[in-house]
């Protein structure tokens, strides 16, 4: 069982008033990218819902369970020690089912859930072919209420609200964040996918309930951690930067081969050193190559 000294330690940086910038969190779908998340400095690590499913050749509609999710914080533990938040989505639409989550995710070592009030079945935030739509507000607060009484001190609890995604007002996202606030939310996270970064600046404006701020900045990657501190956000979740980072990298290796029949580094598409890979499980091995 989880001792909860990850999740204080987050949730005390979270409420820090003191801190100049803001927590950073990378998106870590296993062992090689938490490795390289900790090489970076990162404070933080994801467990995105659209990387373990693309990971895993799933659509993100609420397929994964949380066996899925607990096996990936247990790899992440393997590597480093950095807290763990997990996306569970909306915790498969009920009570019963949010609990479910952070019982097991709370066991595999979880810091932190983040739970939203899509419908189910969920959709992508950035979905085209479909349309996001809200469950009942009140769910979401009994979500909250099951994972706090599952869980104690021993998960931060991150709310989110899709609000403005299925385009509501910002009137409408403010009043369910602050539902979520009393219903015992550690921190908020308002999302949006306006690219011009001004939504997340208003949303900055217009919190004043005193509950960390959290942001997703994957829609508008112009906007820096320092300014999206400036506007009152306490944590940055970039969510799934190293895996879009990882299939590029992938295909150009690959279209390399198929250019040259070889996989030579070049300035094009670098390598690491087999080396490299080995030590990420095993710090002290060796590679002749």
Not at 100 to 115: I, K, N, P, T, W
Not at 152 to 159: E, K, Y
Request: aromatic letters at 4%; proline letters at 3%; a negative charge.
């Amino acid at each position: 069982m989880a001792d909860g000294t990850k999740a204080t330690r987050l949730r005390e940086a979270l409420a820090d008033d003191e801190r100049k910038h803001p927590l950073l969190a990378i998106g870590a779908v296993n062992a090689l990218a938490a490795h390289v998340a900790v090489e970076a400095g990162f404070d933080a690590l994801w467990v995105s819902g659209l990387e373990v499913s693309a990971a895993s050749g799933l659509p993100d509609a609420n397929v994964l369970g949380p066996r899925d999710l607990s096996d990936v914080v247990t790899s992440l533990g393997r590597v480093t020690e950095l807290p763990v938040v997990v996306d569970i989505d909306n915790a498969g639409g009920s009570g019963r089912t949010a609990e479910r989550f952070a019982y097991d995710l709370m066991r595999a070592g979880a810091a932190a859930v983040c739970v939203e009030d899509s419908a189910y079945p969920k959709c992508n935030s950035f979905a085209a072919h479909r349309s996001q739509t809200l469950a009942d507000r009140d769910l979401l607060c009994e979500q909250v209420g099951r994972i706090r009484k599952v869980a104690g001190d021993s998960l931060v609890v991150v709310a989110r609200t899709e609000a403005l995604i299925a385009g509501e007002d910002m009137a409408t996202a403010i009043a369910r964040a602050e539902a979520y606030a009393e219903a015992g939310a550690d921190a908020l996270l308002i999302h949006s996918k306006d690219t011009t970064g001004d939504q997340a600046r208003d949303i900055g404006r217009a919190w004043s309930h005193g509950v960390p701020l959290v942001s997703v900045p994957t829609a508008f990657p112009d906007l820096g951690a320092a300014e999206l501190g400036e506007a009152g956000f306490s944590l940055c979740i970039y969510a799934n930067q190293l895996s879009r980072a990882a299939l590029a990298g992938m295909r150009t290796a690959a279209r390399q081969f198929q250019r040259g029949g070889s996989f030579r580094s070049t300035v094009a598409g670098s390598l690491a050193e087999v080396g490299d890979l080995m030590r990420v499980g095993e710090p002290g091995s060796l590679s002749c190559l």
